[in-house]
C-alpha cells in the first residue's frame, strides 16, 4: 500500500477507537439497554399484554379499541414513536452532539494538528474523516438499540417487525444533518464547549422552526378550514396583517433552507414503503382516523349525558379534530406530492444540499488555517 493509502486506513481506524473508547458511547450503551429490557419483558398479543413470557397477562385497556381489530401493529408504531422519534431522536442525539463535538476542536489543538497535518493526507481529508467518525458513533448506538428491540418483539410478543430496524435510519439522517454544523461551529470557533452548546442550540432550534412551519402550515393553507377562522379574526391590510405575512414569510425560507430534521421519521417510513409495499403509513393513516372516529364518538355520548341537543356545537368539535396540525403535515407528505413543500424528494434533497455546502465551508476554513 501508498503511504497515503496506510495513512487513510490508519486515520478511520484512529476514529473507530475514538468511538469505542469514548465513556458517553458507553453510558447511551447503558440507556439503550432500558427499551431493550422493555421489549423482552412486555409481550403484544392479540388481545392482551403478557408480563415476562406469559407468566402474567393483562387484558388490553378500553382505549386501545380505538386501534382496531388487531391492535398490534399500531402499538408497536406507537412504541416506535416513543422510543426512536422521542426518546433516542430527541434526548440520545442531543447527547450524541454533545459527546462528539470535540472531534474537530481537539484536532486543531497545537500539538495535535502539528502531528496530524504533517500526514501524507489532505485537511479535508482529515476534516471529513471527523464527519464519518460521528456517523459511525450513532451508527454503532443506534444498531444496538434497533437490533435489540427487534429481538425482544421477535421472542416476548412472536412479531417480525421490519419497521424497527428500519428505524436505525432515521436516527442516522437525524444525526447527519446536525453533525455537520457542530464541526462547523468546532473549526471556526477551536472549542468544544462553543460546538457543543451550539451544536444543541441549533439542533433543537432547528427543530422548532419546522415544527411552527408545520403548525403555521395547517392553519394557512386553503383546503384547510381552519384557515378562513384565522382569516376573518385578521383584517386585511392591518398592521397585524403585515406582521403576519412577513413571519410566515421568515419562517418559510428557514424551513426551505435548513435541513430537516423532524422529517427523518416520516422519509424512512415512505422509503419502506416504497421499496418494500408495508403500508406503514396506511397504518399510521388508520390509527389516527380510528382515534377522531373514537374521540367524536366519545364528545357525542357527553353532549348526549349533559343532555345537550344543539348541533351548533357538533361541528367545532369535529372541524377541530379533523384539522390537527400534529397530523396535517405526516397526511400530505409523499412521494409523488404535487406541491413542494410536502414532497418526500424534496426534503430530501433541501436537506442533502444544505449539509454538502456546511461540510465544503468547513473544508474550506481548515484548509486556510495557520498554525
Not at 474537530?104 to 476534516?127: C, H, N, Q, W
Not at 473549526?187 to 403548525?215: D, E, R, Y
Not at 405575512?245 to 422519509?267: C, F, M, N, R
Request: hydrophobic share 50%; net charge negative; glycine share 8%.
Amino acid at each position: 500500500m501508498s503511504a497515503r493509502t496506510l495513512a487513510i486506513r490508519g486515520l478511520f481506524q484512529d476514529s473507530a477507537l475514538q468511538v469505542l473508547d469514548n465513556k458517553v458511547f458507553r453510558v447511551l450503551l447503558g440507556l439503550a439497554l432500558l427499551p431493550i429490557l422493555v421489549t423482552f419483558v412486555i409481550g403484544i398479543h392479540e388481545h392482551s399484554f403478557s408480563i415476562l413470557f406469559g407468566l402474567w397477562e393483562i387484558d388490553y385497556p378500553n382505549w386501545i379499541s380505538m386501534l382496531g381489530d388487531d391492535p398490534r401493529g399500531a402499538l408497536l408504531e406507537l412504541f416506535i414513536d416513543a422510543v426512536i422519534n422521542s426518546f433516542a431522536g430527541g434526548i440520545g442525539v442531543t447527547i450524541c452532539v454533545a459527546a462528539t463535538a470535540f472531534f474537530v476542536p481537539r484536532m486543531l489543538e497545537k500539538g495535535s494538528a502539528d502531528l496530524v497535518f504533517t500526514k501524507p493526507i489532505s485537511r479535508s481529508v482529515l476534516y471529513l474523516s471527523r464527519y464519518f467518525t460521528g456517523i459511525f458513533f450513532i451508527a454503532l448506538l443506534a444498531t444496538f438499540l434497533t437490533v435489540g428491540m427487534y429481538l425482544g418483539v421477535l421472542l416476548a410478543s412472536g412479531l417480525s417487525y421490519p419497521a424497527i430496524l428500519w428505524s436505525t435510519l432515521t436516527l442516522i439522517y437525524i444525526f447527519a444533518l446536525v453533525h455537520g454544523v457542530t464541526m462547523l461551529i468546532g473549526v471556526f470557533t477551536k472549542s468544544t464547549p462553543a460546538a457543543m452548546i451550539l451544536g444543541m442550540m441549533f439542533f433543537f432550534g432547528n427543530g422548532c422552526v419546522h415544527t411552527g412551519w408545520q403548525v403555521v402550515d395547517a392553519f394557512t393553507t386553503e383546503e384547510n378550514p381552519m384557515s378562513a377562522v384565522i382569516a376573518e379574526g385578521m383584517e386585511e391590510g392591518s398592521p397585524w396583517d403585515t406582521v403576519k405575512d412577513i413571519a410566515v414569510a421568515a419562517l418559510d425560507g428557514a424551513h426551505y433552507v435548513l435541513p430537516k430534521t423532524s422529517d427523518a421519521p416520516l422519509v424512512v417510513l415512505h422509503t419502506q414503503d416504497a421499496l418494500f409495499g408495508t403500508k406503514r403509513a396506511a397504518t399510521r393513516m388508520d390509527m389516527q382516523t380510528s382515534f377522531t372516529t373514537r374521540e367524536e364518538e366519545r364528545r357525542a355520548e357527553r353532549r348526549a349525558e349533559r343532555g345537550e341537543t344543539d348541533e351548533a356545537e357538533a361541528p367545532a368539535e369535529d372541524f377541530e379534530s379533523q384539522n390537527d396540525p400534529e397530523t396535517w403535515f405526516e397526511q400530505h407528505f409523499a412521494w409523488d406530492a404535487p406541491e413542494l413543500r410536502y414532497n418526500v424528494w424534496f426534503s430530501i434533497l433541501s436537506s442533502a444540499l444544505f449539509t454538502i455546502f456546511i461540510l465544503g465551508l468547513g473544508c474550506w476554513r481548515i484548509r486556510r488555517m495557520d498554525f
